[in-house]
Nanobody, 113 residues
Framework: VQLVESGGDLVQPGGSLRVSCTAS????????MSWVRQAPGKGLEWVSD????????TYADSVKGRFTISRDNVANTLYLQMDRLKPEDTALYYC???????WGSGTLVTVSS
């Protein structure tokens, strides 16, 4: 199983960014997937989940209405579209296979002017 995140960058407050997670080594379309983040000096925070077929999504209150999780089961890729970014969204963003048994190494998102 391998999960590789990409797309992290430095973004200004109010900006947008999409991060991706490419999966391999398992049948991606059979698994619920999650995004989890870790801000500098803080613990892990669950961000969002999406069911295997993509029909149901859930979000942490801190990102609801600003972030959108999606997936492409043909391309074996998970996405997180982040809009109206805030400095407090600065974190290392990880994708994980539910129930959090495999994780990627993360991609860094920095929100700063």
């Amino acid at each position: 199983v391998q999960l590789v995140e990409s797309g992290g960058d430095l973004v200004q407050p109010g900006g947008s960014l999409r991060v991706s997670c490419t999966a391999s080594g398992f049948t991606f379309s059979n698994y619920r997937m999650s995004w989890v983040r870790q801000a500098p000096g803080k613990g892990l925070e669950w961000v969002s989940d999406i069911t295997a077929a993509g029909g149901t999504t859930t979000y942490a209150d801190s990102v609801k209405g600003r972030f959108t999780i999606s997936r492409d089961n043909v391309a074996n890729t998970l996405y997180l579209q982040m809009d109206r970014l805030k400095p407090e969204d600065t974190a290392l963003y990880y994708c994980a296979r539910f129930p959090m048994d495999f994780w990627g190494s993360g991609t860094l998102v920095t929100v700063s002017s």
